[in-house]
């Protein structure tokens, strides 16, 4: 054992706060081999001889300050924890730390910081929670707060959901202005997500990353979320905000050290745990470097190729009913009875119905909001009822099994928010080929289904009909207007995939062509793995030819 006393049970301790809900809390206390690493990383770019703070911003039951104490005992320590009971532990704990109760994502951040001795190098550790919805996005002051941390405004189809997010951004904002190092162990997301892009902008402006140790999954027992340890440095104080776009690929030394602990996967040609230097570049801001296979296979595919959206222009996310209690069901005369029955029910009488069919209780407070909806005037029309495919993503890979179908009673004003995906007259569900896939989203894969039928929302699965009305072809989806000519189809496909079509047998060979591409092996084991997440999979002719003549 490194470092004086016995080891506690990270994860045995949580059991002591029965009050403590891990899950909303994010409180999944580290264990003490992994603190150690976090530290070791994270010391080796502190100065030697200057006052050092060690501070963490959610901090549990001490698992980082009870290391900090043992390693770094002349360093000054400080904890701000949410929960009291906790906190009270880490306090009994950690004697020299002191350690406030309180919110590090409102005002009690301010009360930690007020505890720093002035002057001391900051080395800011910890595990932060990652809740996957944080509690501030209910919190509308407190959320624009927040995001106004970061450089731009959020671009289209991403936000910032997570608490973890939130500390990374206070702490970074902190050592803007001050000397310090951040190490925190967080989600991988953080290092490729499509969603977290102007997150690691908005760090790579602020900090210099030093570290990133991807541990994968596993590292917490309950949880399957696989994690990474990113330690950040702050830029020295008469560097200039940094011009991101222009970071060098390889022309300066690069600043930052890449390792795995995965064996398999994109690195496998390195051992685990040997370092890759790197430097982290627009667009996207990775925080690892590229496998070079993979980024052979991009530079090609995007030099001459469309992405997948641009090559297949209209395309709708899955089927999402949010009452598949009521709606879906394996039989459809069983599932028209049941619809029936719902909608001449009066709103009184929704228990005793979701009694007679076997719906459990937990979803009677949303039949109840439904029925109120929709009262009691509708009648159920055997004409909504409709095939449908409980879609499952990778495991459907290539073509939808027939196992996967049931029917759903389709019509729209049972299913709020859109989700039923018509626009206007147009029913996207009415061709009866579609191409299923998603886009930046893991394991990415396609299917073609050939059957009339819906298609499940799986994750961020889409469905795109092979042919289209051409009003929608050629203005999108939002040109669904009233009037709209059902029987004017056209292939959904760009100028460049009608050209191709023509040269592989048709549009339908086209997408028969797709489905081989996405699931092939240079996009599974490859590109995937290190683009998947974060960019569209670009299509060229040659890659659709060389995974079909691959695969007949
Ligand atoms: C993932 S645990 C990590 C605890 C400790 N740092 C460790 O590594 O063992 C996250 C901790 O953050 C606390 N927490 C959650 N939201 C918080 C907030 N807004 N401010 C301060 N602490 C918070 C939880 O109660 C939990 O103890």
């Not at 064996?263 to 370092?275: C, I, K, L, V």
Request: hydrophobic letters at 40%.
């Amino acid at each position: 054992m490194p470092h004086g006393k016995p080891r506690l049970d990270e994860e045995a301790l949580v059991a002591e706060f029965p009050s403590l809900d891990r899950k909303a809390q994010g409180a999944f206390f580290t264990p003490a081999p992994l603190v150690e690493e976090v530290l070791e990383l994270a010391v080796r770019h502190a100065p030697a001889h200057r006052p050092l703070a060690v501070i963490d911003p959610s901090c549990g039951a001490g698992a980082f300050l009870a290391a900090a104490a043992a390693r770094l005992p002349r360093a000054s320590l400080h904890g701000l924890e949410l929960h009291p009971q906790a906190a009270d532990w880490c306090r009994r704990r950690v004697r020299k730390a002191q350690v406030l109760c309180g919110d590090g994502l409102r005002e009690s951040f301010d009360a930690l910081t007020a505890t720093l001795p002035p002057g001391a190098f900051e080395l800011w550790v910890g595990n932060p929670p990652y809740n996957g919805t944080s509690s501030v996005l209910r919190d509308p002051q407190t959320y624009a707060r927040l995001v106004a941390l970061l450089p731009e405004a959020l671009p289209a189809g991403t936000s910032l959901r997570d608490d973890f997010a939130f500390f990374l951004l206070r702490v970074a904002r902190r050592l803007e202005q001050r000397d310090g190092l951040l190490a925190f162990v967080t989600p991988a997301t953080l290092i490729d997500a499509f969603m977290y892009a102007p997150l690691r902008k908005a760090l790579l402006g602020r900090l210099e990353l030093k570290e990133v140790l991807e541990l994968g999954g596993g590292v917490f027992r309950g949880a399957r979320v696989r994690t990474c340890v990113t330690v950040w440095r702050s830029l020295p104080p008469a560097t200039p905000k940094r011009p991101l776009q222009l970071v060098p690929a390889g022309d300066d030394a690069p600043g930052t050290l890449y390792r795995t602990r995965a064996a398999s996967g994109p690195f496998e040609r390195h051992q685990p745990g040997d370092a890759i230097a790197f430097a982290p570049a627009a667009p996207d801001y990775l925080l690892r470097p590229p496998p070079p296979k993979a980024e052979a296979l991009d530079a090609r595919w995007r030099k001459d190729g469309e992405p997948l959206t641009t090559l297949i222009p209209i395309s709708s996310p899955g089927l999402k009913t949010r009452f598949d209690e009521l709606l879906v069901s394996d039989d459809p005369d069983v599932l028209f009875e049941r619809v029936d029955a719902f909608l001449r029910a009066a709103p009184t009488e929704i228990e005793p119905f979701a009694i007679a069919h076997g719906i459990p209780a937990r979803h009677l407070a949303k039949l109840e909001t439904l029925k109120a909806l929709v009262g009691t005037s509708l009648r159920a029309e055997r004409q909504h009822v409709r095939p449908f495919y409980r879609y499952a993503g990778a495991r459907h890979r290539g073509r939808i099994p027939e196992s996967a179908r049931a029917y759903c009673y389709l019509d729209r004003r049972l299913i709020p928010r859109g989700d039923h995906r018509f626009r206007g007259d147009y029913d996207p569900h009415a061709c009866d080929i579609k191409l299923v896939f998603n886009v930046r989203e893991l394991p990415l894969s396609a299917a073609l289904l050939d059957r009339p039928g819906c298609v499940h929302d799986h994750r961020h699965a889409r469905f795109a009909p092979l042919y289209v009305p051409r009003a929608i072809l050629e203005g999108g989806l939002s040109a669904a207007k009233p009037g709209l000519d059902p029987s004017d189809l056209v292939p959904n496909l760009s100028r460049r995939g009608m050209a191709w079509a023509e040269r592989l047998g048709g549009p339908r060979a086209l997408y028969e062509a797709l489905v081989r591409f996405i699931n092939s092996e240079p996009v599974q084991a490859h590109w995937a793995p290190a683009y998947g997440a974060i960019r569209e999979l670009p299509v060229t002719f040659e890659a659709l030819k060389e995974a079909s003549s691959g695969q007949r």
